[in-house]
């Protein structure tokens, strides 16, 4: 699994497919999720352009994509239900599968290791 600077968790099903959810990190800043709107099946997207928008406790947000590429499946349960990406955002939250476009980006997402290294850098902020 990798993580995108923005939030995102990463999971590689095959050599070309993921599986796109949010961080606990990003489901607990935003708070309880009541509206989310996520792409259709086969629209494509380009890395870090506008990708999903989620209305939550803390206020509207538009997320960017994480990676680019073309869905091929949603979870019509999280937008219907939301509650389950707060309650569950690794497993049953997950948002989309997507068909890459380039296996780079990726390769270029975090590890957990440098996502965890990542976090401490904008708690560290957020103390200031």
Known sequence: MRFS???FWVRLDDET????GLTDYLQEKLGEIYGLRLPEEGEEFIKDEPFTMIEAKNGRRELKAPISGEVIEVNYE??????????DPLTEGWLVKVEMASGQEFDDLFTEEEYEDHLSGEEDLEED
């Open 78 to 87: 999280a937008a219907e239900v939301p509650e389950i990406i707060n309650e």
């Open 5 to 7: 600077q923005d939030h």
């Open 17 to 20: 497919q993921v599986t796109i």
